[in-house]
């Protein structure tokens, strides 16, 4: 299976849908307004937790153009999902094991509610004949709030008599303390104490991660309109087309059929378009007007009341032997869940699950407690989880190193984990998620392919690990304004989630030999629509452009559980991977027919079927005789699900420069050295890893959603909230240390997510180099450096 | 498997598409113009026979607004379908057996050429930024044309020395009486001189029938486009769309993926749409102009340059015992295939195939020739050549009944046949056409399912024939001025095309056991959608709400050949019974998990899978279970060929009046007594049954295009051309007599084009009793009455 026998894998093959990005065609969500379509607007909460005494909506109703009012009076939530049996929905998956409560989870949704949780929570909605409409009729809702005492960190959360946020009857709490636990896990392997009574060195510590918001450049938006039928149309910006669907249709008590859920170019989605966000309000008001309704948050609402990355609070306890060997590794997160929610019961578990196992240490203990607050609800955002755990850990493992006199290029050399190794600790953690795990892939899963220790000596090269590692300390010895450092972090991510995730794909021949490709997956402007063709074009022995990519309309591509876990082209490709084998069956079944050569002789390659050396026919011809004379719509369907998330590996170096004087750090070169399996598009990939990385520097040096004592919001948009530009980029080089994982397409591992984990905490690293001091708070600001270094 | 199990089928659903029809919302072609949209028009030849000798389009392309002209010189047909092996394409369906030619078929068009062969044959077309700009752009088009000599009938066309309409020098013609031959097949059965010979009485008749349109309420119209990425999108009213999608993509040399034919709403099609016709040059308007076009046939272009149903000539000679058991029948037809050869090699079959079968008979002989001639093309329109026969046939049956004294009931209780009999005929012409039909199933097909008794029985009761046919008599006697007159005649048809007709189905199951059916199938207002959703919501016990229909649109659906040959319920719903019988399976198999006993013992009724008696579980639940715990897509699909046409029956019978004084003839009651197996919609089979009988009597009496001595049209709208008016007709009555069809789903057999056979030989025979003489002539009009009752 080696790449010199492949003729589309590993060729920069141009996005399918690269002419309409570029030239400006319609495109995204809000490019297809609808005839007599409304504005759809929502009030949001000014406070942080109050209850809705009252709301006068007469007012807004009063203005002419305004359709609709929706508020908690006049809207009701739809029926549950299976009165009979609620076991078979997977709310399993947000139940905490052996509590007495359910969680409130994205299967319990209401659209409007009685009571406010964070600032920007929703209030009411309206549907206007403009925006300025809606707006007018926004401020002439009248409400009045009975605010409650609130709660903003989860330290406040979790104190005994504190405001509970979550006060519905039916969440029956075990204990007082734990009446704003939102998710909590625990889980230990081998006998972490004898571990560390063993240990020559004890490091203990504890990492802050601020809150950061996805910034994606397309804003959420939908637009919901009836058909001729009376069907519910949802065209969003949404990265699980399938789940939103779901969920309209439960929220509005309507058959899943009756709705269909369109996803066009996406602007972006990091996760932040991983849930059902606004679809069901703009689907409610469309009801309500009968008309087409856009509704689009505003950066402000993007920012402040859509999600964001969790805040953590992450103590580290390790202990290790001289040699570099690890004993024990304790890791606890302290997690600030927002107002709802969300992904908290699942995120936290990758910021252990996700990083822990690149160590070899045999034990290990894995908690969280996630706690509601009073801010915006925080969600899913590339990493899931693992940045947080990523920057805590590749720190720490520093720290460690330093404490070892260890170079830490050498500790990781030696610590981290090599093809083979066994991951015993997700399996328990997603025990806890998933209790039907079959017995024996619970035990243990393994690292079938891992070029983490190649990744590391290759990105080490690459940046000259060892000679500028000297150079710095020789150029800060004589230099007291401009410091320097260099550091690393190694990483690892997941392929999809195991057992869970779950992709269709139909492959439709064409009577030309050309395909229709359905998929369910989710191209959130990464490229995946174009990988999954060249999946199917190499399996089929034809060139990308003979594969028509409908991806992501409920209407007409098979189920797939959505673009998230950096699953599109592992699980996603791997079920393209599937249907095209079955497709290919059939033509090689009908040329041995036409040919009177056993099937298992012939060869599929440039859109022609012949022996080895013999006379063949093409693919065309076989594609006719397919459908004219055996008549067959050679037409398969694969659902596709992986047991394993087999993760990348990937080593990240920074090197970076800080002014003393301005505390202002500047990334000189970044290197990103990666296993994601076999590389299938190198365009596309490296594209991937830059967009990661330019995030991760983001989250190391200046993004950071703050609020006021009472909640709100003080980052209002751009101005506000600092990302990275094009001018504070580093110079970027990628190196693509390519294994062959059995599990994925082609050898296919993730890409999507890994590399944005390394870069903060390699540049904490390299900071602790150049500044001689430790930062361990996140975001690396100016402020916190000159603070660091006593000059503030 | 009676009716009373049913929970759907045979009740009167209404209608899928209902919704949007009765309210007038965007639902056919042009109810979907594109922005930047150009209209196309098609200068039409002045000239039935001519050679081209220049085109100066410089007039109309100085035109402001003028965006493309597009004649013979810049315009070129695609590449063939497949140079290695023209083989596999079956265009052996369309040459003549033995002959050394092959004949110019739909495969063979070409978008213009520089002969134009019939007035209105395409010269040139335009696209302009307005219908205004368009019609003056045609008006400077300069053509300077060679008049050739023109045959307008296939008598002129078969003369030595005739001018010869397809010249082309590719068609080799065996002998010069060939040259016009467009089609024709030759068929014996036993030994018909030897019947003859034993004959008590012979018959011998030439009977005539006109050349008449569909009239279909929509025009022929499409809108072609590129999208984002140049795929090239068609959105037109077609009962073909993969044909049609076929067929631009080789007239424009694409690859199939590359063209999107979608089929909205259609205005009703009868065969007129049964090929591609103007989406061809829509799609090059389209590609030349880069922008969208609109391409509407005006009513006149319609009527005159697409399609219309043969004219023939059709001779009938019957040997027959006293007793009425006929001893032989040779039935020979001349044909007017029009300027093109379109389905002049298949219409004609079933002129013999469809109507020699009702009667017992061993000895039989069938052929017709085809001619090419200077009118506009003869194609498919409903009932395929079968009514032309059954009026020739059932005219000419009462003829015979006439001599042996019998009544016209009576003799065809006699004379037809019943299950369990062969049809001999029909597998031998269907050979001439598909060489490589299985030897067995050539020998002899059997009538499995036939209540042609029952309908002649019935029909007779209703109508009250015996004293009817005695009191008009009885009447005619005493008065001079009104006549009347009762007549019967009896029709068959087929379902579909055996071995031919290809449909696919596939079902997907939504996660709340809601499905989404998508079928090529072609709903050209007939109800298809609707029925095939109902034979889906009977097999997996839900409700025709639950199933959501995708129906023709090549993108979406599987592969289907249209609608044609009374092919959707029968065939298309047999693709869609049986995919739904494999989801159906799915369902089983996991409620059999989950409730822990054997799939057989389960039934799956009102959304509900049960043992008998025992504890069941919702379809809901199940889907949910599928879905979320087994993680599987149920999705299936199936291509379905029967290998079948099981004929449906029917008599109809027509009691009117003629004024003698007028010539007009008003037909008074009229029964439609139809066994098509079981009835799945009764009231949709009997607004198939009222369509099809209105379209038999305006063909019976009024219906005709004209053309004059140089081949000019004279019909050139409703003004000209009379079709029945709801003021002329008379009262309906429709008897369903219920078979099984075992090769049908649910019983089903077609009843699309049936009832539409026997109105012009019913009323024939009918006038035989009002005027005391027989007509042969289509249509009666008031002079061909006059003239044959010797008053003209």
Known sequence: MSRKHHHVIGKDIRKVDGRQLVTGAPAFTTDFPEKGMLIGKILGSPEAHARIRSIDTSGARAIPGVHVVLTHENVRGGAPWSEARPDLFPRVAYTRAGQDYVEPSPWDFFLLDSKVRHVGDRVAAVAAESEEIALEALSKIRVEYETLPAVFTPEEAMRPGAPVVHDEPEIVRAEDSARNLCASVDVTLGDPAAGFAEADAIVEEVYRLQRVQHAQMELHA??????????????????????????????????????????????????????????????????????????????????????????????????????????????????????????????????????????????????????????????????????????????????????????PVEFRLKATVREGDADELSPHIYEVKKENVPEDERIVWRFNSCGLQ???????????????????????????????????????????????????????????????????????????????????????????????????????????????????TYVSGG??????????????????????????????????????????????????????????????????????????????????????????????????????????????????????????????????????????????????????????????????????????PFGVKAVAEIPTNGPAPAIGNALRQALGVRLRDLPFTPEKVLRAIGKL
Chains 1, 2 share one sequence.
Not at 507 to 522: H, M, P, R
Request: charged share 25%.
């Open 222 to 407: 939908a637009i919901a309109r009836l058909d001729n039928e009376g069907r519910l149309i949802v065209i969003c910006t949404t990265q699980v087309p399938f789940h939103t669907r779901r969920q309209i249709a439960q929220a509005l008590g309507l058959s899943i059929g009756r709705v269909r859920v369109i996803k066009p170019r996406i602007g972006g989605g990091f996760g932040g378009k991983q849930e059902m966000m606004i679809e069901d309000l703009c689907s409610a008001l469309a009801l309500a007007s009968g008309r087409p309704v856009r509704l689009e948050l505003s950066r402000y609402e993007d920012m402040n009341a859509a999600r964001s990355r969790h805040s953590m609070a992450i103590r580290l306890k390790t202990g290790a032997k001289k040699d570099g060997m690890l004993t024990a590794i304790e890791m606890t997160a302290l997690v600030d869940a927002g107002a709802y929610g969300s992904h908290s019961p699942t995120v936290p578990t990758n910021t252990g699950n996700k990083n822990l196992p690149r160590y070899r240490c045999r034990n290990v203990r894995y908690a969280f407690d996630a706690y509601y607050t009073n801010l915006p609800p925080t969600g899913a955002m590339r990493g899931y989880g693992t940045p947080q755990g990523t920057f805590a850990l590749e720190c720490h493992m520093d720290e460690v190193a330093e404490k070892l006199g260890m170079d």
């Open 454 to 568: 190649d990744c590391i000596r290759k990105g080490a090269d690459a940046i000259g690990w060892a000679e500028k590692r000297r150079a710095h300390d020789a150029w800060n010895a004589k230099n007291t304004r401009i410091k320097r450092g260099i550091g690393m972090a190694t990483a690892s991510q997941g392929s999809g989630v195991a057992g869970i995730d779950t992709a269709g794909a139909t492959i439709k021949l064409n009577e030309d030999g050309s395909v229709a490709l359905y998929v369910g997956a989710v191209d959130v402007g990464s490229g995946g629509d174009t990988v999954i063709a060249q999946i199917v074009a190499e399996t089929l022995g034809i060139e990308v452009a003979d594969v028509t990519v409908f991806a992501s309309d409920t209407d007409i591509t098979p189920f797939d559980s959505g673009a998230y876990a950096s699953s599109t």
């Open 575 to 744: 079920a393209a991977l599937r249907a095209a084998e079955e497709v290919r069956a059939e033509i090689l079944g009908a040329a041995a027919e036409m040919l009177g050569v056993p099937s298992g002789e012939l060869r599929l390659e440039e859109r022609r079927i012949a022996p080895e050396g013999g006379k063949g026919v093409s693919l065309r011809d076989v594609a006719t005789f397919l459908a004219y004379q055996k008549k067959v719509q050679v037409e398969k369907t694969v659902t596709h699900v992986s047991p394993v998330s087999p993760p990348p590996f990937a080593a990240q170096f920074a090197d970076l420069e800080v002014d003393v004087e301005t505390g202002r750090v500047r990334v000189v070169d970044f290197v990103t050295a990666v296993d994601a399996g076999t590389i299938l598009n190198p365009n596309l990939a490296e594209g991937q890893v830059h967009g990661a990385v330019s995030m991760g520097i983001g989250y190391a040096l200046s993004e950071e959603l703050l609020f006021d004592a009472k909640g709100r919001p003080r980052s209002r948009g751009f101005l506000d909230y600092k990302i990275l530009k094009a001018t504070g980029m580093p110079r970027l080089r990628t190196i693509f240390v390519e294994t062959y994982e059995p599990s994925g």
